[in-house]
């Protein structure tokens, strides 16, 4: 079995490498403004330039960031190979990385993709409470691992992880930087786009102990008409955030580091709609939405001679609350104003983590890593439907509900009552170990023992919706233990050629089944699911390293599939259901070219195929279930991304000019879904002059062509608002200062 996996990496392989030689000058990767070999990435828990690391890994600087008028992840996480966004709401929306997705609105379970802040987690297992999606201002960089990283990581990287990397405390010199933005968005009525952000560095003992701390504002004026509350440009997004850090260096081999983040958003409504009726949505009240997490941790970093010692701990906090309006009949039969029914939802989660880790000093023949950590996660949830008078009715018409009465099917009007309390524990004991039995040959192994328990209970209010007078109760608790390995073989001939092989595997844990003694059709629970991935990859610089190019073939199996799907409507109860498995192979281009002193070029190119190799069950789906064959949701052949820049750095104000495109091929939204995403043309422009190498004036235009692309679609019922689309032309200014 594992041969034919890597005799079908060879033959993708040798496709990758055709691809990458017949690039030459046309195919580029994306133009950072420094030479690749000089970012250093830390997420394989050891400092490592990115273009010696022997994984697929991309990283994007904070003056990349800037340079894009990136702000969220939508603004830079698809331009990078083998990725895409499930942009559907803010602060939920989910990254998904190589095709490992079940569905394109939210994974029931914990989440395919890891996210981290500095090596902390920010995403709990089980269905999470929010994404937290970090605003790019005062960014180091942020660094995105493909392919599966159980590893070191544990849980949640089945497809890989983004990695945050904010900036702390300098006690070598004071800084501050302010940035201001304004713009406007099409369909807006007038409304701007804004953004004010600021940051002071300041050393308290010099190269001893410093503070920084950071503040912004960022508003998205709405672009979507909801004609059923009479409001234009609805769908205004407001994000704020706080970050503080102190560090403290006593000795040269001694850090300690304590830094503390908070960012809440809120939705003014939801910016879903009827697709085949552009930027207009109709509910009968604002979806309004709001989700926060602040995040306090404390780090240790300590030379010991023959290793570094780190220490990591935190404590983070989420919270989420959700309006939803629902276009059914229900109880009373109204669907319109303030009678229409609709839903609140309240959630929040507690994440308490602490890691320990090992690290040798990284020369020499034989190198080592070695660790441990544990996490903690307790959430609570509380979803309630509301339809008003439903009380009174009921009670004026016992018949029609079994002679219950309403103070028992719709208490204070409430149709509809499902709470959910949860606690996950996971421990982890990880370890690699690098053996170079000579300079240019490089063997890792690696391994991770994960340890996770869960219990969580659920309950079904008595309630109209579900017809249940004593409503039900069950309390899952399960336990699982397990290995995940990693093996490495990377070849350095020289100081511009890299290649490697990996096989790599990620799990995630399993949970309790939403809606879990209720129906009876469903099984309490759901087990985990894994992913295996054979991967090979070249990194290599021509021409005196003005073209660089990374190519990456892979080919993944996904077993035991925890696979969201959902009942009929207008109920539509979710489950999870492990069954079936599944294959996605592809190549990752990615290439950067100086074509001239002011001028370069880059792109990053991704094929791949992910379907379906088992026989995936679904009870309420034509034919019970879906074929082996069937597409992953959202899984495109092609994604693409291509970026050409002008720089006249030597010119009175350095100006600077930047075109960028990308392309995302059509994909279903989800299993035995007819709705389809992508297949549209994104193109932006960008032009700069910097003053006095201080103020840097930034004039920009998104989807300057006013693509109508559409994001996402999952769901298809003809009466409720069923996608997401791309944003649509927004024009605008940004002025930066750093002292």
Do not use: C
């Amino acid at each position: 079995m594992i041969r034919n996996h890597w005799l079908q990496l060879a033959r993708v392989s040798s496709l990758a490498l055709a691809i990458s030689g017949a690039a030459g000058i046309a195919q580029a990767q994306e133009v950072v403004g420094e030479a690749r070999d000089e970012i250093v990435v830390t997420a394989t828990k050891r400092e490592e330039a990115i273009s010696r690391a022997p994984l697929a890994i991309s990283a994007v600087t904070g003056e990349a960031l800037a340079d894009a008028n990136a702000n969220s992840l939508a603004d830079y996480i698809v331009r990078l190979p083998g990725v895409v966004f499930n942009d559907y709401q803010p602060g939920v929306s989910e990254v998904v990385i190589r095709g490992i997705a079940a569905t394109t609105y939210h994974e029931q379970g914990q989440t395919t993709v890891g996210y981290y802040l500095n090596e902390i987690p920010l995403v709990e297992p089980g269905f999470p409470i929010g994404i937290p999606d970090i605003d790019t201002f005062d960014l180091e960089r942020v660094e995105v691992l493909r392919g599966p990283q159980g590893t070191l990581f544990g849980s949640s990287s089945l497809g890989g992880l983004v990695n945050y990397v904010v900036k702390t405390a300098d006690a070598s010199k004071l800084d501050a930087a302010a940035s201001g933005l304004v713009g406007v968005t099409k369909n807006s009525h007038g409304e701007l786009n804004y953004a004010a952000k600021a940051m002071i560095n300041v050393p308290i003992i010099a190269d001893t102990l410093a503070v920084r701390v950071m503040a912004l504002q960022r508003v998205d004026a709405g672009y979507l008409d909801n004609t059923g509350i009479g409001v234009e440009g609805s769908n205004d997004f407001r994000t704020r955030g706080l970050r503080g850090s102190a560090v403290f260096t006593p000795g040269p081999d001694t850090t300690l580091t304590w830094l503390s983040t908070y960012q809440d958003t809120r939705f003014d409504d939801q910016s879903y709609l009827d697709t085949d009726t552009p930027y207009i949505r109709i509910t009968q009240r604002a979806e309004t939405q709001k989700t926060d997490f602040w995040l306090n941790s404390l780090r240790l970093d300590q030379g010991l001679g023959f290793a570094k010692l780190t220490v990591l701990g935190a404590v983070t906090r989420k919270n989420n609350e959700t309006v939803f309006s629902y276009p059914y009949p229900y109880v009373t039969g109204d669907t319109t104003g303030d009678e229409a029914a609709y839903s609140f939802g309240t959630a929040d989660a507690t994440i308490k983590t602490i890691e320990a880790r090992l690290t040798s000093p990284g020369t020499g023949m034989i190198n080592w890593l070695i660790g441990t950590s544990y996490m903690r996660a307790d959430k609570s949830s509380y979803d309630q439907i509301f339809q008003k008078g439903a009380e009174a009715f009921i009670n004026a018409n016992p018949a029609g509900f079994g002679g219950v009465s309403g103070s028992v099917l719709a208490p204070g009007d409430r149709i509809y009552g499902y709470i959910s309390d949860g606690v996950n524990e996971d421990l982890g004991v990880f370890g690699e170990l690098s053996i170079k039995p000579i300079p240019a040959l490089e063997l890792i192994l690696g391994g991770r023992y994960y340890w996770n328990r869960y219990q969580a209970t659920v309950a079904n209010q008595p309630g109209a919706v579900s017809g249940s007078a004593t409503g039900s109760t069950a309390t899952v608790e399960e336990k699982e233990d397990g290995f995940t390995p990693k093996v490495t073989l990377a070849l350095r001939p020289n100081e511009t050629f890299m290649a490697y092989l990996t096989y790599s595997q990620g799990y995630r844990v399993g949970g309790i089944n939403p809606n879990a003694g209720f129906l009876p059709t469903i099984p309490g629970s759901y087990g985990s699911d894994t992913t295996d991935n054979y991967e090979a990859g070249v990194k290599f610089s021509l021409f005196d390293r003005k073209l660089y190019i990374e190519a990456t073939a892979f080919t993944i199996d996904w077993s035991g599939i925890q696979a969201r799907l959902f009942g009929p409507g207008p109920n539509y109860y979710s489950y999870v259901s492990n069954a079936g498995g599944a294959n996605v192979g592809g190549v990752e281009l990615a290439a950067t070219v100086q074509l001239t002193p002011f001028a370069s070029f880059s792109t990053n190119i991704t094929y791949q195929d992910a379907q379906l190799t088992d026989f995936l069950p679904d009870t309420f789906a034509p034919g019970g279930g879906y074929a082996s064959g069937t597409t992953l949701p959202g899984s495109s052949d092609w994604s693409i991304a291509n970026n050409l820049r002008f720089e006249l750095a030597d010119s009175p104000l350095a100006p600077s000019f930047e075109v960028a495109h990308r392309y995302l091929s059509e994909a279903p939204v989800a299993f035995g879904n007819p709705n389809t995403r992508g297949n549209f043309n994104i193109v932006d422009l960008r032009v700069a002059i910097t003053a006095f190498d201080k103020v840097k004036l930034l004039a920009f235009a998104n989807n300057v062509l006013d693509e109508y692309g559409i994001l996402n679609a999952p769901f298809t019922d003809a009466v409720a608002p069923a996608g997401s689309i791309v944003r649509p032309r927004t024009i605008g200014l940004r002025l930066d200062w750093s002292l």
